[in-house]
């Protein structure tokens, strides 16, 4: 089951259905099947605090992924900074919706074992986040 919820912001507007449907064709492409995901969209003040208090780290930051990964099946907590969506799509060109709809499934490939810090890793995730959003049906 995939929820989302928000703390501080207003629930952006994203068709649940459809993301949720999107989610579990990305996950099965990668040979996951999908348990309990939970998305929580929250300001860069929350984002922070959450970075600071879990992981040590005192920026700010478009997502945190927590996995709580099974076996084939993929689980985890995954907190996304609106302001911070919403200032890379700026940064980078894109739109609001682009930028956040691949912020949501860059969580996902990161539970499907995606990894972005290490040398040619970010050009791996890169291109995983352009074949997932070519799979978006809204």
């Not at 084939?72 to 940064?91: K, M």
């Not at 949501?104 to 970010?122: F, Q, S, W, Y």
């Amino acid at each position: 089951m995939i929820t989302y919820n928000c703390e501080g912001v207003k629930m952006p507007n994203i068709k649940k259905r459809e993301t949720t449907a999107w989610i579990k064709a990305v996950a099965a492409d990668y040979g996951r099947k999908v348990g309990e995901i939970g998305y929580m969209f929250v300001d860069d003040e929350k984002i922070l605090e959450v970075n600071r208090e879990y992981l040590g780290h005192d920026y700010y930051t478009d997502i945190i992924t927590f996995d709580y990964d099974e076996g084939n099946r993929i689980n985890g907590d995954l907190v996304i900074s609106l302001d911070t969506v919403r200032t890379n799509a700026e940064q980078f060109g894109k739109t609001y919706d682009e930028e956040l709809h691949r912020v949501i499934i860059h969580g996902i490939l990161h539970l499907c074992g995606i990894n972005d810090k290490g040398p040619g890793e970010r050009e791996i995730m890169e291109a995983a986040e352009n074949k997932a959003l070519g799979m978006r049906r809204e």
